[in-house]
């Protein structure tokens, strides 16, 4: 029997898979890329912080690095993108390996305000390093890729780039958090005490889920170069892991498609309101002292107690 | 208290929201021809608002007096205006946004070197003309030169230039070099130290600072500064930055000791408004634009009509942000439409007259020839701020670099 | 070749008296900026066991008051009483958003895990909104003050003229200090709230209003931090990015100096001060990069800082 829910997805993916063909909307083309890409982040981000339940205040160092990998390889060593691109993605889990094994020594605010310092130093070193990574500056003029001769130079033709890429990588996100290995980390989570006791080495899972969710931020960030054209310094500032947060907790942070939902949400709004105001942070600075206060489980949490007020109520009527 | 509490930001949720659409009703109101719309990309906050406040005065002037003409070809100029926080991301954010989704027909602004380049970048891969009043980096026009873009500013070859020739005059050989540490801080200090060697061979650098762009504390640079006592500092700081280390280096009496020359810091009325009494006399200045100079009947009616409009004295960073739309506006006149390489063949090489004089845009590198002044800070009775006296004006033509210099330089690039 | 000179540089400046007591002075007044706000966000984070994302925020109201203040009314002692009065109102604003944001926050969600998250989301969203508030108050563009005619006469020092001003911040510093440490250890109210850290509901069962406390608390860290933006305002200029710069270096301070420490708070900042009076002299390039290992290293050997309390 097929569950109405799987069919619901296949028509999402569908529905993207067509959407530009359909609509020739070159903007919302354009909106639509790099919420693909957002979303992919913000998913490697809740993969510690909803399934884990790490804070990891310092996970843009890893969309930094896999933006600057990418470029620099481009650009310096004159690699081909393609190789460049999947290096991009490796690289940056050999640097995940040295800081995630120093912060998972740690728990809570400790985790967190190590692996800000962390990243706050990628930061900095990028920032600084003028002769090498072009500084404050930052990079621009990053080719787009060229596969099988043909240069993927239009929006439309950058979404198709992505969308197989995003939506491999969220299959196996979800494979994972299906998975046995997916059911400790939650069990770390809620208790990592209790995990230990079960002679669960909550370590050595915390380590994976840390390098797992550096990979996949580290692919967001190398995609978003190929798609923008350009590599800053800012990529693997905290500013930019604050993001994933926000898009994270107002997509709902214990659900799967939370963060997609969330950075759907946020990346919208960003592009729409700045049209009529220049203020956009007091906007998010509002929504952001609403979830704190009264939406905790984001969009989807809002949308699951709908659901099971209409269950009840009709359940009530049938009484 | 919890449903109060829910009532109250539900109230405000929705206050912010009606604020947020009331700009929409404007968009209801009749057009009888589309108009020719820019995409203004200026500095309108924190320490960078000094310059890119001035920028977008100067441009708002410009189109107003345009439109009340009747526009350009029958249409009027309209300028939208955002904010890029001097970030070179940010900029690129809103020129791509501004050509995505609001379908500008020309870019205008960036100020800040480093967004300048970032920008020229996206008006060379969407084919939209990029006319820059403020960006100064050799670059621009030089290594990173593409078709597309123009500057109605000096380059940082043509200031530095005029301050080596001003300089000189003077006998100070140790020189100490401090500037903010981004594209423009150290392509102008390169530009400088080339120039100053061209007339001083027996100059020396003693020691340089590079704080960050608008750094808040300067007060262990201006120690070392002290400790290190060259015979005179040039300082490349603008705007707010000029403003905070001039206060702070006043209280440790740096300028009662050394010489001090500034480029495009000291000069801009507005920084000799914000640092009033504060001021030390006797500072040198170098600028494009100082608002009492050229005593002509044209800059007079210039300085008096934005004293007008905006209740304060006309700061460099108008003038060619002024002179930039002008540009674009003969420009587009000339070519007999809005099409971009028909206004980029009728600016290349178009000379219009300004309130500083004749101006010409070079057609081979698409950059501004026009004159800079040097001057030290006097009191003057007239005025409650300090103003800019003794000036020495330089004329474009001799502080330019050939067209030679510049298409060797670019070869030399590309290796 | 720009580190080589910078060495040289330091080396020359550590043996030249005048320039060893330059580069202090200049760090040791930053330092007192440092632990003003440090020392608040360690005493919230101490007691309510909140990251409080604002604090650098709340520094910034303090100076923008400050600046209003002093414009509005002008006369001798306008500086005097801007002072006194200021860090007032920033407390003020503290205990509103303590009592209207965070405290429900706490109340709503008895998982600490969850109620770390939403404080720091709620504290952040603070942030953005302060932000965009005086931008939209007081304009983007940024204001300064001259310094209180009353502190700009000029001392020379071992060679070097330093206006009374900076000596003035580094005195108000050492008295805040003190006055911290004698409220917490000496004072009923000192006591209670050590109390209240160590086990929070013995304190409540004996009757104190432990809410109540928490208000006070977080609203003496706010004090802290507007004292320090108003002391800030004739050096450093307010602007509506001074509060997101300093935030990070606060947290260094924080951190290297033990959380929840007041001592630890003027240790870690004279520490971060001097560092970079010195650092700008020797690696201009890489003092910030300095701070944040630093802060790295500490976590990593030695996470309650140096005087922090054991978490």
Not at chain 1, 20 to 28: G, N, Q, T, V
Not at chain 1, 286 to 302: E, Q
Not at chain 2, 175 to 194: L, S, V
């Amino acid at each position: 029997m097929v569950k109405p829910q799987s069919l619901l997805w296949v028509l999402v993916i569908l529905a993207l898979v067509v959407f530009p063909l359909i609509i020739k909307a070159e903007f919302l083309t354009f909106l639509l890329t790099e919420i693909l890409i957002m979303g992919l982040f913000a998913m490697s981000f809740n993969l510690l912080l909803g399934y884990t339940g790490l804070l990891p205040f310092g996970h843009a160092g890893f969309f930094g690095l896999g933006a600057y990998t990418l470029t620099l390889l481009i650009k310096k060593a004159s690699l081909p993108i393609l190789l460049s691109f999947i290096l991009s993605l490796f690289i940056p889990v050999l640097f995940a390996l040295v800081i995630g094994y120093f912060c998972i020594q740690r728990v809570k605010v400790y985790f967190a305000l190590l692996s800000l310092a962390f990243g706050q130093i990628i930061f900095t070193i990028i920032f600084k390093w003028y002769s090498f990574t072009g500084g404050d500056t930052g990079i621009y003029s990053v080719p787009r890729p060229v596969l099988f001769g043909w240069e993927l130079k239009s929006t439309v033709a950058y979404y198709y780039f992505t969308l197989p890429f995003v939506l491999l990588s969220l299959l196996l996100l979800l494979m994972i958090v299906r998975s046995p290995f997916g059911v400790i980390l939650r069990a770390i989570r809620e208790n990592p005490e209790r995990a230990e006791y079960l002679a669960i080495h909550v370590k050595k899972y915390q380590l994976l889920s840390f390098l797992i969710s550096a990979f996949f931020a580290a692919e967001a960030g190398s995609l978003f170069v190929l798609f923008q054209g350009y590599s800053v310094p800012i990529f693997a500032h905290a500013t930019k892991t604050v993001e994933a947060l926000v898009m994270t907790i107002l997509g709902g942070t214990y659900s799967f498609i939370g963060p997609i939902i969330g950075a759907a949400i946020v990346t919208g709004l960003d592009k729409i309101l700045t049209t009529y105001t220049e203020y956009w942070p007091l906007v998010l600075g509002i929504i952001l002292l609403f979830l704190a206060l009264y939406l905790p489980g984001g969009v989807i949490g809002l949308w699951e107690k709908i659901k099971v007020s209409i269950k009840l109520k009709g359940s009530e009527g049938r009484e | 208290m919890k449903c109060r509490g829910k009532l109250l930001i539900v109230a405000l949720f929705i206050s912010i929201v009606i604020s947020l659409l009331l700009p929409l009703k404007d968009a209801f109101s009749q057009v009888e021809k589309p108009p020719i719309v820019l995409g203004g990309l200026f500095l309108l906050s924190g320490r960078a608002a000094v310059v890119g406040l001035a920028n977008y005065h100067g441009a708002i002037l410009a189109v107003e007096e345009i439109n009340a003409k009747g526009g350009v070809l029958g249409r009027k100029f309209e300028l939208l205006a955002r904010d890029t926080k001097a970030r070179p991301d940010q900029a690129v954010k809103e020129a791509t946004m501004y050509i995505m989704r609001d379908k500008v027909d020309f870019l205008y602004g960036t100020a800040a070197s480093h967004e300048g380049l970032a920008v020229a970048e996206v008006a060379e891969k969407n084919k939209k003309i990029l006319i820059s009043p403020e960006v100064t980096t050799d670059k621009f026009t030089v290594d990173n030169f593409n078709r597309y873009i123009f500057r109605t500013d000096h380059m940082n070859r043509q200031e530095e230039k005029s301050a080596a020739v001003y300089i000189s005059r003077f006998p100070y050989k140790k020189w100490y070099i401090i500037g903010p540490d981004y594209e423009y801080g150290r392509d102008a200090e390169k530009a400088f130290k080339e120039e100053l060697k061209r007339v001083k061979p027996d100059a020396v650098i003693v020691g340089e600072g590079w704080p960050k762009l608008n750094e808040p504390d300067y007060t262990p640079h201006i120690q070392k500064i002290l400790e290190v006592k060259p015979e005179a500092v040039y300082a490349i700081f603008w705007g707010g930055d000029t403003i905070a280390f001039i206060k702070q280096a006043v209280g440790f009496g740096l300028f009662e000791k050394t010489p001090f020359f500034s480029i495009s810091g000291v000069g801009d009325i507005r920084v000799h408004e914000a640092l009033g009494k504060d001021m030390p006399v006797g500072v040198h200045g170098g600028v494009k634009y100082w608002f009492d100079y050229p005593y002509t009947p044209k800059n007079k009616e210039f300085v008096e009509t934005y004293r007008k409009r905006f209740g304060e004295y006309p700061s460099l960073f108008v003038m060619s942000s002024y002179m930039g739309i002008y540009f674009l506006a003969k420009a587009i006149e000339k070519a007999g439409t809005v099409e971009t390489e028909k206004v980029i063949d009728a600016l290349e090489g178009l000379t219009i007259d300004t309130p500083m004089g004749l101006v010409t845009m070079r057609k081979e590198d698409h950059q501004v020839i026009a004159p800079h002044i040097w001057g030290k800070t006097m009191k003057d009775p007239k005025y409650d701020f300090l103003v800019l006296g003794d000036l020495q004006v330089l004329p474009g033509e001799k502080i330019t670099p050939s067209v030679e210099e510049v298409l060797n330089w670019r070869k030399a690039a590309k290796k | 070749m720009e580190e080589e000179d910078g060495m040289n540089e330091l080396f020359n400046c550590l043996s030249s008296p005048s320039c060893l007591v330059g580069q202090l002075v200049t760090g040791l007044t930053y330092a007192i900026f440092l632990f003003l706000i440090a020392s608040g966000l360690s005493i919230i984070f101490g007691v309510l066991n909140i990251v409080n994302f604002a604090h650098g925020s709340l520094y910034m109201l303090g100076a923008y008051f400050a600046y209003s203040y002093t414009t509005l009314f002008t006369s001798k002692e306008t500086y005097w009483l801007a002072f006194f009065l200021i860090p007032f109102g920033v407390a003020g604003f503290g205990a509103f958003m303590e009592y209207f944001f965070l405290r429900p926050i706490s109340q709503r969600y008895p998982k600490m895990a969850e109620r770390e998250l939403f404080h720091i989301l709620a504290t952040y969203g603070f942030l953005l909104l302060l932000d965009d508030v005086v931008k939209i108050i007081w304009g983007a563009r940024f204001f300064s003050v001259s310094l209180p005619p009353s502190l700009s006469p000029k001392i020379s020092f071992m060679g070097k003229v330093f206006p009374v001003y900076y000596f003035f911040v580094m005195a108000v510093g050492l008295v805040i200090a003190i006055a911290l440490w004698f409220w917490l250890n000496r004072t009923n109210f000192g006591r209670v709230v050590r109390a209240a850290v160590s086990n929070t509901e013995i304190v409540a069962s004996l009757g104190v209003n432990v809410p109540a406390l928490y208000t006070r608390v977080f609203a003496l860290g706010a004090w802290l931090g507007g004292l320090g933006g108003v002391l800030a305002l004739p050096i450093r200029s307010a602007n509506p990015e001074m509060g997101g710069d300093i935030l990070f270096e606060s947290f260094i301070v924080v951190v290297v100096g033990g959380l929840g420490s007041i001592w630890g708070a003027l240790i870690g900042a004279i520490m971060i001060g001097i560092l970079r009076s010195f650092g700008i002299l020797a690696i201009p390039s890489l003092e910030l990069v300095f701070a944040f290992v630093l802060m790295a290293i500490v976590l990593i050997l030695r996470p309650r800082g140096i005087l922090g309390k054991i978490w």
